[in-house]
């Protein structure tokens, strides 16, 4: 396998972009993605104010900032959106969206942004670009957040699952998924998912809506090919949240 230079950007896809960074302290990987269709540019989970020097530069090597029209926040976390005021001060342009469920924005409105929102649950769940392409959300709440979304881009068959998919990894990490690559997805899932019920109910929504050639999670790894599979089993039978606890 060929080895990453995680100090630039790195493509999943031809128009896909991991900006984020490899932060061997942490063991929770934040995993900010940009997507270029055209002269449109789409920034998803824009990272928090301590990455953000290092994601902005990466981002500025793939394409000019003005380029950006929406910044998707796929649930409220500070290290999913924290920096986003921040990135807007960048972003020169007035009709610079944010994309987010309802749930989520009434909730970022108070981090200081000043761009138009745009809540998917208005807009039937989709959002079309300048292009024809479409972006697809699915609600996912408590996963973790009340206001989580999911999105799939109809056309590489990619899906960003935010902290879905997540993984803890206190060993070496990697871009892109090798080895046992479920067993740093238990503590992540165990700490911060709801139930069991809630997770696999959402997870099988997801295969009977889309054609999945990718996995793009917030933290963790990307997961290709036969791991997507595995990966769905696993979560699927994986006790979580209230499961474990004996008060709830």
């Not at 309802?102 to 409105?109: K, N, S, Y």
């Not at 479920?182 to 503590?187: G, I, R, S």
Request: glycine fraction near 6%; proline fraction near 5%; aromatic fraction near 10%.
């Amino acid at each position: 396998m060929k080895r990453l230079n995680y100090e630039n950007a790195i493509a999943v896809t031809r128009e896909i972009y991991w900006v984020g960074f490899n932060d061997a302290a942490a063991g929770l990987h934040c995993n900010p993605y940009l997507l270029l269709d055209g002269d449109e540019s789409i920034f998803i989970d824009s990272g928090s104010i301590p990455d953000f020097p290092k994601v902005m530069r990466k981002v500025i090597d793939m394409t000019d900032p003005d380029s950006i029209t929406h910044i998707i926040a796929q649930h409220q976390d500070p290290d999913v959106c924290g920096n986003m005021a921040v990135v807007e001060d960048v972003i020169e342009r007035p009709d610079l969206r944010i994309v987010a469920h309802q749930h989520t924005i009434r909730l970022i409105r108070h981090i200081g942004l000043r761009s138009e929102f745009y809540a998917v649950d208005h807009n039937d769940f989709k959002l079309t670009l300048k292009s024809g392409r479409v972006l697809e959300f699915m609600f996912t709440p408590f996963l973790h957040s009340p206001g989580a979304i999911v999105t799939y881009d109809v056309k590489s068959k990619s899906l960003f699952t935010s902290d879905i998919f997540g993984a803890i990894n206190t060993d070496k990490w990697s871009l892109f998924a090798s080895g046992d690559f479920c067993a740093p997805m238990v503590p992540f899932h165990q700490a911060y998912m709801a139930s069991n019920r809630i997770l696999s109910k959402a997870l099988s929504r997801m295969q009977e809506r889309w054609e999945i050639e990718r996995i793009l999670p917030q933290h963790g790894s990307i997961l290709e090919g036969d791991d997507i599979a595995t990966a769905f089993d696993f979560l699927k039978a994986l006790p979580c949240g209230a499961d474990l606890t004996e008060d709830v």
